[in-house]
Structures are given as C-alpha cells and as structure tokens.
C-alpha cells in the first residue's frame, strides 16, 4: 500500500444507480482496516456551501428552469470550495479522501451530454481544482436502463432532477465516460457494473492495490 504519510485521493464515477455509494462504503472499510484515516465525501456537496449548493441543484423548486451554464458554474463553486475546505486538507494530512463523483462528472454530464463547448469546461475545471487531481479514478459502468431500473426499485421518494432526465442523455453520459476513461488509462479503473456487488469489490480492490503500490 502506499506510504501512510502520503495523502491518498480516489474518485468514483459513473451513471445513475451503479451502486458507487456501496463500493465506496466498502473500499472505506477495506483501507481504514490498512491503518488508514478514510474521509469520504461527494459532489455536489461534502462541505456546508456545497450542501447548500447540491440541493438548489437536485431538489429545489427554483432549479427546474436552471440553463445549463448556470448548472456548470455551480458544480464548479461546489468543487472549488469542496477542494479547498477538505479534500486538499485531509491530503496534506496523509489521509485518504474517496469522493463520490469529482470533475470527470462534469467534464461528461455538462461537457458531453448538455453539449457544452469542452474547451470551457475543461478550463473551468481546472480553475477549480487547481492541482488536486485523483490518483485513481474508479468507474463503474452500467448500461442506463439498468442504472434506472435500480434507481426505481429503491427509490421510496419522487426522482431528482438529474434523475428525471431522458434515458438518451444518459446513454450520452455512458458514452462520454467509456471515451474519457479510454483517453486516461492511467488514472481510471474500468469496472463491469453487472457483476455481483462481491465481485465489483474485489475487482476494485484489486486495482487500487495494483495503482498504488
């Protein structure tokens, strides 16, 4: 494992209902059993501006008419804030810090499925993560009728607005992470969201082991 001065920063990706919040919670464990401090987090969100931000986002009454680019700009003060409050933080510290999305959910939702020109997004991306970049990038790949499927067999509450888009945008999303993680092989692990919850931790765990040793 890597040395425990060092702070350690893993994301996961991936569509809607592909389980990330299970395997995270799992991969936790798996790395706090190592003698590791484990903060996890999510986007929008894991500070109390971002809170306050992910729910103007997901829920709130007033965003249904959100346009696109007022979208992508609040994303990023989420991250900018998010980077700056804790992630980067509990880094100096030699933590490690696992976050439920980061900006390649951007770079695919906002760059690729709301067709926004790339070149800004990946501009306004990096002006809010400076330098705090994940060593590992876990996506868990789903096909979109799957992800739903799931969504609604558990979901007790009416869908976000996320959740209420077309199934086309979400088959966009799919295709947008598969290119990204092929133009980054370094960084993302690619894992087959239609195995067992099992077989996607071990494969997981596997990989993170294997990245930074």
Not at 33 to 61: D, F, M
Not at 141 to 151: A, M, Q, S, T, W
Not at 165 to 180: A, C, M
Not at 188 to 208: C, K
């Amino acid at each position: 494992m890597a040395n425990p001065g060092q702070g350690l920063f893993i994301t996961f990706e991936g569509s809607e209902g592909t389980g990330k919040t299970t395997q995270i919670q799992r991969l936790a464990s798996k790395l706090e059993n190592q003698g590791r401090k484990v903060i996890v987090s999510r986007e929008p969100g894991g500070t109390p501006l971002g809170e306050e931000i992910r729910h103007l986002l997901k829920h709130a009454s007033s965003g249904q008419s959100m346009v696109p680019r007022a979208e992508l700009l609040l994303f990023e003060a989420s991250r900018a804030q998010h980077v700056d409050e804790l992630i980067q933080p509990n880094l100096d510290q030699g933590n490690v810090v696992i976050c439920d999305r980061f900006l390649d959910s951007t770079t695919v939702y906002q760059g690729v499925a709301r067709a926004i020109d790339a070149d800004a997004v990946d501009s306004i991306n990096q002006f809010a993560i400076g330098v705090t970049l994940p060593v590992v990038t876990v996506l868990i790949d789903l096909d979109p009728e799957e992800g739903f499927r799931r969504i609604q067999s558990r979901n007790t509450e009416p869908p976000d607005r996320m959740e209420q888009e077309h199934i086309d945008f979400y088959k966009s999303v799919r295709q947008g992470y598969l290119k990204l993680a092929g133009n980054h092989p370094e960084r993302f692990l690619v894992v087959d969201g239609q195995q067992s919850i099992d077989a996607v931790e071990q494969f997981i765990w596997d990989g993170i082991k294997e990245r930074i040793n």
